[in-house]
């Protein structure tokens, strides 16, 4: 009676099996975030199959190892995720789950973007009272032009590395990304000029290099503590700051919620305004490039409102 | 003895967390698991021969799956990680070694080799540290047939499909030397079969499904629970007399569990930060064969010097189920509830079916502490209701793991 149940176990298994195919030979790149499957497609090319784990409209800190993406990563050649623990809480279990030699480590098939550029809010001293901070600091690396156009060339040296047959393709298409950038990016900081010293509130400080590339000064946040959802004291005091300092802009992303941005509009002359995080944040956004054109633009307008 | 345990587990803690600050890969955290709880002595499952941990939360102040984990990667190939847990017993705290594993993480063909003492994977919630469950205690059925969880001294060889779809196969084996395992601890005492699967309805929608099988063999002789030698023949129930009970260690023959396990996670758009859904599902299929020891106790008999022993043949067939929803409604508020439920063969009963209903509700000040307020209406022997309220801190220090779905 037993050795029969198991043995319809086995027959189950070995069914499943034999009707489920091998994955096929092209390299496969897990991205954490969609900001990085943009990455990843620009130097990689469109030959390349790429998932991203997440969508513009999940909290990055917050995701769950689910099954789905645990099979994603068995097949993962290459995991590019934004680093510094953002992604604490579930690329761990899925690299235990995967069983994915290749990907567990940065000196293999891992990479980590904030391994590769210097960054933001760095401290010395970090205890939990100060909420969920990064020790290795700022991780929302990807919306400072700078430091992608470095990531894209550290991303390329890791996939020479790994795919070296393939290695004149990425050099080419690194060269053509970084002349396209390089030129996008002095347009920006053209476009960006009636920005520079423009003070906003934001939710979190998932927008910090943006505003440190565009010369904007994040005075005020949300989140009484970093990970800490807004609480009404806590806006109280922002909207002291928002008054005394005449703060035309309070910032948030697409996973955020917009209730503590709305209110703070509605009590002062302040715009709320959710900017796309990612690619994918709103139509427009759909790759580096137009992620990047959409921030200035919608910043330019919402700062010219009244 | 017990003294020089919580000693040395107290140095081992401060040790590795000096080597913490040399080296980044060290994953040092502790769980300050603390609360309070309301409740009546427990007085067993039906008359179904079960210990001290399935009794559930201690009446009063207790301390339970307190613990102190520590995990990095050892090399290349291995990771490893020791997780030791104060628990209470018998109204001595213990520290007890409830996990020392290595698991390889670059082994061919898909394969996933970990030896030493772990969780056994069967199930949906016995691979899980009780501190990320959603309620204070484990369901009635993980209480009454895996003595809240199942960890072993053991190995476990694991597959991964290289398919799109998540299909993982385990098998384990383990020593068989703790609850519900009771064999000699020379060899195999017991072995398990797993199958797990899941994926993704939509954005919103993920799910998983398990069926396993664990098989033990078990021997009245060389019972002991969670390393306890103590006597274990104190049986649990309302003595009246009809009292057919059994203590924990009465049983001798095969005794096989088929688990099947469903869980549904749903947040808008996959978000899980502001709002998110959780319902899972667990139901037991338990088979013994084999032989129990009865020590009549009928009040008549009480007084008597040598209580009258035997044993009797045994072939019963039980079963248990448990069902959960946990709504996270907002990023700082979530509300549970549970029922779980156990139908019971003679001679452990004869059609009364124990059953908890529970409900709770929790407060997050951040990703890492949770207050929780909990009440449970038990009904695990007949003629008799448990109302429990329990108030609970849950709270993590140090680096935070990463968590199964």
């Given amino acids: 009676m037993h050795i029969n149940f198991k043995q319809k176990i086995a027959l189950a298994c070995a069914v499943l099996l034999i009707t489920t195919l091998p994955a096929q030979a092209q390299l496969n790149i897990f991205a954490c975030e969609p900001e990085y499957a943009a990455l990843a497609k620009e130097i990689a090319g469109e030959e390349a199959n790429i998932f991203s784990a997440t969508t513009a409209k999940q909290d990055p800190h917050f995701v769950q190892a689910r099954p789905?993406?645990?099979?994603?990563?068995?097949?993962?050649?290459?995991?590019?995720?934004?680093?510094?623990?953002?992604?604490?809480?579930?690329?761990?279990?899925?690299?235990?789950?995967s069983n994915n030699r290749d990907v567990?480590?940065?000196?293999?098939?891992?990479?980590?973007?904030?391994?590769?550029?210097?960054?933001?809010?760095?401290?010395?001293?970090?205890?939990?009272?100060?909420?969920?901070?990064?020790?290795?600091?700022?991780?929302?690396?990807?919306?400072?032009p700078f430091r992608i156009s470095s990531l894209a060339e550290s991303f390329t040296t890791k996939l020479v590395q790994l795919d070296a047959k393939n290695a004149a393709l990425y050099q080419q298409n690194l060269v053509s990304f970084s002349e396209r950038w390089q030129v996008a990016t002095s347009k920006w900081q053209q476009q960006a000029k009636p920005l520079q010293g423009v003070k906003v509130i934001a939710y979190h400080s998932s927008f910090k290099y943006l505003f440190e590339f565009l010369g904007m000064q994040q005075v005020g946040d949300l989140e009484p503590k970093p990970g800490l959802p807004p609480t009404s004291s806590h806006l109280l005091s922002v909207l002291d700051i928002a008054k005394q300092q005449q703060i035309k802009l309070v910032v948030y992303t697409t996973y955020q919620d917009e209730k503590a941005a709305n209110w703070l509009q509605d009590k002062t002359d302040i715009v709320s305004l959710q900017l796309p995080y990612t690619v994918g944040g709103n139509d427009q956004s759909r790759d580096l490039f137009t992620l990047m054109d959409q921030h200035i633009s919608m910043l330019l307008l919402a700062s010219q409102q009244k | 003895?017990?003294?020089?345990?919580?000693?040395?587990?107290?140095?081992?803690?401060?040790?590795?967390?000096?080597?913490?600050?040399?080296?980044?890969?060290?994953?040092?955290?502790?769980?300050?698991?603390?609360?309070?709880?309301?409740?009546?002595?427990?007085?067993?499952?039906?008359?179904?021969g079960v210990d001290d941990h399935a009794a559930g939360l201690k009446n009063g102040f207790w301390t339970d799956h307190t613990e102190i984990a520590i995990s990095a990667p050892i090399d290349d190939m291995f990771f490893g990680k020791l997780t030791m847990v104060l628990d209470e017993h018998e109204g001595e705290t213990e520290v007890e070694l409830e996990e020392a594993f290595i698991q390889t993480t670059a082994m061919p063909y898909d394969l996933s080799f970990r030896a030493g003492r772990f969780l056994s994977n069967v199930g949906y919630l016995n691979g899980k540290h009780a501190h990320t469950d959603s309620f204070a205690d484990r369901p009635l059925v993980y209480r009454a047939f895996m003595n809240g969880h199942y960890y072993d001294d053991g190995a476990r060889l694991s597959w991964l499909a290289p398919t799109d779809a998540y299909i993982e196969l385990g098998t384990e084996v383990f020593k068989g030397a703790t609850m519900p395992a009771y064999s000699d601890g020379d060899g195999i005492g017991s072995h398990s079969l797993f199958v797990k699967t899941g994926g993704d309805f939509d954005e919103s929608h993920s799910w998983q499904l398990g069926a396993s099988y664990i098989g033990f063999k078990n021997d009245e002789e060389f019972c002991s629970s969670h390393d306890h030698s103590e006597d274990e023949h104190e049986p649990h129930a309302l003595e009246d007399e009809h009292g057919e009970v059994f203590g924990a260690c009465d049983f001798s023959g095969d005794k096989d569990y088929y688990i099947v396990d469903a869980t549904w996670k749903w947040a808008p758009n996959g978000n899980y930060k502001y709002q998110n859904f959780t319902l899972s599902a667990e139901y037991?299929?338990?088979?013994?064969?084999?032989?129990?020891?009865?020590?009549?106790?009928?009040?008549?008999?009480?007084?008597?010097?040598?209580?009258?022993?035997?044993?009797?043949?045994?072939?019963?067939?039980?079963s248990g189920y448990y069902v959960s929803g946990v709504y996270q409604f907002t990023p700082n508020w979530a509300a549970g509830l549970r029922y779980s439920e156990i139908d019971f063969e003679e001679p452990y009963s004869d059609g009364f079916k124990p059953a908890v209903s529970t409900a709770m509700l929790e407060y997050r000040h951040s990703h890492f502490s949770t207050v929780r307020l909990q009440y449970s209406q038990e009904k695990s022997v007949e003629d008799f209701t448990d109302d429990q309220i329990t108030l609970q801190f849950n709270m993590a220090l140090g680096a935070h793991g990463a968590h199964q779905f």
């Fill in chain 2, 284 to 318: 037991f299929f338990v088979e013994e064969k084999g032989e129990l020891h009865h020590e009549d106790d009928h009040e008549e008999h009480v007084n008597v010097f040598e209580d009258e022993h035997h044993h009797d043949e045994l072939d019963a067939e039980h």
């Fill in chain 2, 1 to 48: 003895m017990k003294l020089s345990k919580i000693t040395t587990a107290v140095v081992l803690g401060l040790a590795v967390v000096q080597v913490h600050a040399a080296t980044d890969d060290i994953n040092v955290s502790a769980i300050i698991n603390v609360g309070y709880t309301e409740r009546e002595d427990f007085q067993g499952i039906a008359g179904y």
């Fill in chain 1, 68 to 97: 789905s993406l645990i099979s994603k990563m068995r097949r993962a050649d290459v995991v590019i995720c934004a680093g510094a623990d953002l992604e604490i809480g579930w690329l761990p279990m899925l690299q235990m789950k």
């Fill in chain 1, 104 to 144: 567990q480590s940065t000196d293999k098939g891992l990479f980590l973007a904030s391994d590769h550029v210097e960054n933001l809010d760095v401290l010395v001293n970090v205890d939990r009272s100060m909420g969920d901070v990064h020790e290795l600091g700022n991780p929302h690396v990807h919306l400072d």
